[in-house]
């Protein structure tokens, strides 16, 4: 068994703690809020360890941590480690009123981190409000001592996370988003590793730079830690080998562009191929949206590989090359590349049958406002909804109120199908459909229970991508494609050898997608859309997975101070 460890990481406070060694050693932090300068202006943000983005994890496989966060701050905020299965163990799992109450400006929570299959990149990040803008980070894998990784060892690693940038305080930003009822005001940049990069105004000093060398190779651990935009990535005159998707390894895909949504990391490896010292190219990010009707941050950040020689960085003037990047609505381009990605290891269960299936749809809706006052269609108020259901968020957690039976918290009856079948992706859709209902629903797994479950995407309001995310779990994504779903044929073209095993997926806009896992890890587990403004409008429910029969089937006990509501 892995020794456990208390991670020498502050969020947001001082704090003191033991690291696992040979030694016993003891470290004390002291955090606050620290200024940044972006976009020729300072602003005091959030942080962690006084760090934007803040400091990675590193851990082996199967090594259990602790992380203790102390509050500090003004707001309420709680830490997700997002693609971390934590078998049985959801108490450390980290959305706001679904696993834990938040913690409170001066108090703290020890999480127990527990690692079990993943391995390559993962990422943390503030799991209430929209805090996680700046709140985050990675967390890389490394596999057990001794065991080789499937791909060429790399000769240096580099976390590259993809973030937004606006110009006023992002906690500003979600209420007078909320406050409006139509969407959030554009983000003013995106950034690689913080910074915007030179095609911004102010921005070419700070620029993230990697210095690299001819014969030598790279992986890069990608994070899109963006807030609500789906990104094209690239490097000028460099292919990228994708061999790991969302903390697990991937058969080796090269391509000249990825894309990356919103919750989910790539492993990607590069050689440094130029021949000549000194010259420079771009890597740079630009979104995929595809809803043409609708703003969006239509912005290109960049960071610059520079090739040195014998160690040394050779001094040039030379522009940079900025790299080929698919149209931002380039549904095409970016399927292709999603759609060719595929599982390396075997298969955790057979594909061939399944317990249960769960059509969802995936909507845009509104809701009427006073006067018609507000900024969505016709002075509505902008929501989103699974199966037609708005989740309303409760006042006491849902893992909470599920452990101690406490009654009226949520509704267990998430329909399996919604309320009415009709042409989910077409121009004549059921105006009453338009107002969903709100409610805390959530599904009730039977242990070991095999799932389907199909994303319907609509065109109700808006057709759009969805990037949908399930805590406590990886699932195989068996089939997706454009248009209204077809039990009957579609399915006959699903991949059941090599199947992408993802936490996070896209749901095409005006498509559907198919995943299936198994309910093997007994706890709640949210389910949500990763675009920020999706998951506050309601596009998110919850999954209870029963206990098993066996002691080592059953959720762990919780720990002695959760946090308070």
């Not at 980290?94 to 990422?123: A, H, R």
């Not at 490394?142 to 990784?149: A, M, R």
């Not at 399944?354 to 016709?378: E, H, M």
């Not at 409760?394 to 267990?412: E, Q, W």
Request: charged share 15%; net charge neutral; with cysteine.
């Amino acid at each position: 068994m892995s020794c456990s460890k208390i991670v020498p990481l502050i969020f947001i406070a001082l704090v003191k703690f033991v690291f696992c060694e040979a030694l016993l050693r003891h470290y004390e932090f002291f955090v606050k809020e620290a200024s940044y300068t972006r976009l020729c202006e300072t602003k005091n943000i959030l942080t962690v360890n006084g760090q934007f983005p803040g400091p990675p994890l590193y851990v082996h496989k199967g090594d259990t941590i602790y992380v203790k966060v102390h509050n500090n701050g003004r707001y309420n905020i709680t830490i997700h480690w997002h693609g971390v299965k934590q078998p049985r163990n959801p108490w450390s799992d980290g959305p706001e009123y679904v696993t834990q109450c938040p913690i409170q400006p001066g108090d703290s929570f020890n999480y127990k981190i527990i690692f079990s299959m993943e391995v390559g990149t993962l990422w943390w990040h503030a799991h209430s409000d929209w805090s996680r803008a700046t709140v985050h980070g990675a967390i890389v894998v490394h596999p057990q001592p001794g065991t080789p990784s499937p791909y060429p060892e790399p000769d240096q690693e580099v976390p590259i996370i993809f973030g937004e940038w606006w110009k006023m305080d992002v906690m500003e930003v979600l209420q007078e988003f909320v406050a409006s009822g139509g969407a959030p005001r554009d983000s003013d940049a995106y950034t690689i590793n913080g910074q915007p990069g030179d095609l911004y105004p102010c921005s070419s000093q700070g620029t993230f730079k990697l210095n690299v060398e001819y014969g030598k190779r790279y992986i890069l651990r990608m994070v899109n830690a963006a807030m609500n935009e789906i990104l094209f990535f690239a490097i000028a005159n460099h292919s990228l080998t994708v061999v790991g998707a969302d903390g697990m390894y991937t058969k080796q895909l090269t391509k000249e562009y990825v894309v990356i949504a919103p919750g989910q990391t790539l492993d990607c490896i590069f050689e440094a191929n130029q021949v000549r010292p000194g010259s420079r190219y771009y890597m740079a990010a630009r979104a995929y949206a595809s809803a043409s009707q609708l703003s969006f941050d239509n912005t290109t950040t960049t960071g610059i590989l520079q090739y040195g020689s014998n160690g040394s960085l050779v001094i040039t003037t030379t522009p940079p090359i900025l790299p080929y990047l698919p149209d931002y609505n380039d549904t095409t381009a970016a399927f292709n590349f999603l759609g060719s990605l595929r599982n390396l290891d075997s298969l955790l269960f057979p594909l061939d049958a399944y317990d249960l299936k769960i059509y969802s749809t995936v909507s845009i809706n509104t809701f009427p406002c006073r006067n018609d006052s507000c900024a969505g269609p016709n002075g509505t108020r902008l929501a989103a909804s699974m199966n037609n259901i708005s989740y309303e968020s409760p006042s006491v957690d849902i893992l909470r109120a599920y452990y101690y039976h406490i009654n009226g918290v949520f509704n267990p009856h998430f329909p399996d199908v919604p309320p009415l079948y009709y042409n989910f992706t077409g121009d004549n859709l059921p105006l009453y459909l338009l107002t969903p209902k709100k409610a805390t629903k959530v599904k009730v797994l039977e242990y070991l229970t095999k799932v389907e479950m199909v994303f319907q995407g609509t065109s109700l309001v808006a057709g759009l991508d969805h990037p949908m995310h399930l805590h406590g779990f990886n699932f195989y994504i068996v089939g997706w494609g454009f248009g209204n779903y077809d039990e009957k044929k579609d399915p006959l073209n699903y991949n059941l050898v090599d199947p992408p095993f993802r936490n996070t997926v896209i749901v095409p806009i005006n498509g559907w997608v198919a995943i299936r896992f198994r309910a093997s890890n007994p706890g709640v587990w949210f389910m949500h859309c990763h675009l920020e403004r999706h998951l506050t409008w309601g596009m998110n429910t919850v999954f209870i997975v029963k206990n098993g029969k066996q002691p080592q089937e059953s959720m762990l006990p919780p720990p002695v101070h959760m946090p308070r509501c």
